[in-house]
């Protein structure tokens, strides 16, 4: 049985709805991977973020317009991660309209440059892993950031660039409401979140939603910078919103409970870098640092902090590299030695690969296996179902769905491949 928990965070956060946040605006939860907003005003309506496919964003079209047929008079991409501005031509509908977005906007949907040196195919089976792209909906279950069942069709299909790039703090007319653009990097550099005092909507873009933040995404992202996404969440609370529309899970109600959800992350987000650093001055290894930096209980409990998405664990080891780089300052990973060499003398100290084998198949401690596995694939011993059984396994423990994916994904192909 999968995780219980990450279950009922699918089902909590990712049933299809739209959600009334304020007279005039609404929100789309559940119909992408993304949520997408309208703003209602005089003649037109506003689209912020548009949703990872063209499928999901005609689907959340149909659905706005039972509410307000308006034209939609202009776009706001808060940043600019493909499961939020791959819908955007559907809401366009062929029109000329301005889409608006940050000046440090630079989507990862524009052609790869092949001038640079990048490990782009590791990355591209990354990406695919931790989402589950191929896994069926079922094995899925979610994304730790939305519903694992959603429409696919379309898929990265309707990005359109942004037609005027934001360089500062401002105030602009949507039709006659009145918004705030405010930078706000966090999850990305890029962020660009709107504020509509008028109604008190504050639409956060990714900066927070309800799980453990993905300070560092297994897919392989450079340093989140987590004293700038820290800081960003302090001026998040501090606007006073009476409603906040994430870019991810459901909108959260009150002024007392968006501090609430924002200032706990924002400490969770705090301790994270504090106790890394300590141990990091101890002198321990990013293996250590990795399973010994935890949240405390009282941060812990908190439904909103549950490692769905993010896990405290990874982030860890993202400051810890982020500030210091990989060597942890023991001599020893200087000269760190190959999975070969090391799997030879793994190999000859339990008495040769069969006394290996028969360890790792008699373990009880799944990691052991995987680790053990590993050294016998390097030496080309048969342990890849073995291997995959174990992944298999803990996938079905894991409360954090891009692992979840990731063990299920990697496992099928490790069982393909044999
Ligand atoms: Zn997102």
């Known amino acids: 049985m999968p995780n219980a928990r990450l279950i009922e965070h699918n089902k909590t956060q990712f049933v299809k709805e739209i959600v009334e946040l304020a007279s005039g605006v609404w929100g789309a939860v559940g119909f992408a991977a993304s949520c997408q907003y309208m703003v209602e005003g005089a003649h ?56 608006l977005a940050s000046k440090g906007f630079k989507s990862d949907l524009m052609a790869v440059d092949e001038a640079t040196i990048a490990p782009n195919k590791a990355l591209g089976r990354r990406t695919m892993a931790q989402f589950g792209i191929g896994l069926s909906g079922e094995e899925r279950i979610s994304l730790g950031c939305g519903p694992g069942d959603r429409p696919m069709d379309g898929l990265g299909a309707g990005f359109v660039p942004p037609t005027a790039l934001i360089e500062g703090d401002c105030d602009i007319d949507l039709d006659g409401v009145h918004a705030r653009l405010i930078m706000a990097p966090g999850e990305t550099p890029d962020h660009m979140i709107v504020w509509l005092p008028d109604s008190g909507v504050l639409i956060g873009g990714d900066n927070w939603y309800h799980a453990f933040p993905n300070l560092y995404a297994i897919r392989g992202t450079p340093y989140r910078d987590f004293a700038v996404w820290a800081k960003t969440l302090d001026q998040m609370a501090n606007i006073g919103a009476k409603v906040l529309g994430p870019g991810h899970t459901r909108p959260v109600f009150g002024v007392e409970q968006i501090r609430e959800v924002l200032g706990t992350t924002r400490e969770a987000m705090v301790h994270v870098m504090r106790e890394t650093a300590k141990m990091m001055d101890e002198g321990a290894s990013l293996d250590d640092i990795g399973a010994g930096v935890a949240l405390p209980d009282h941060l812990a409990t908190k439904p909103w902090l549950g490692e769905f998405y993010g896990k405290v664990g990874w982030s860890a080891r993202a400051f810890a590299v982020g500030t210091l780089g990989w060597y942890d300052g023991n001599p020893t990973h200087l000269g760190a030695m190959s999975d070969h060499r090391r799997a030879v003398h793994t190999a000859q100290l339990a008495g040769g690969t069969d006394a290996l084998m028969k360890a790792a198949q008699e373990t009880d401690d799944l990691q052991w296996r995987l680790e053990l596995c590993d050294h016998l694939i390097t030496l080309e011993q048969p342990a890849q179902s073995l291997k995959a059984e174990a992944m298999i396994a803990l996938a079905e423990t894991e409360i954090n769905a891009t692992a979840r994916n990731t063990y299920l994904w990697e496992a099928k192909r490790l069982i393909d491949a044999t």
């Open 44 to 99: 037109s309506v506003t689209i912020i973020d548009t949703s990872e496919s063209t499928k999901a964003a005609q689907n959340v079209l149909d659905e706005f317009r039972q509410r307000c047929d308006k034209p939609v008079g202009r776009i706001i991409f808060t940043h600019a991660h493909r499961d939020h501005v791959s819908g955007a031509s559907v809401f366009l509908g062929g029109r000329d309209i301005p889409i």
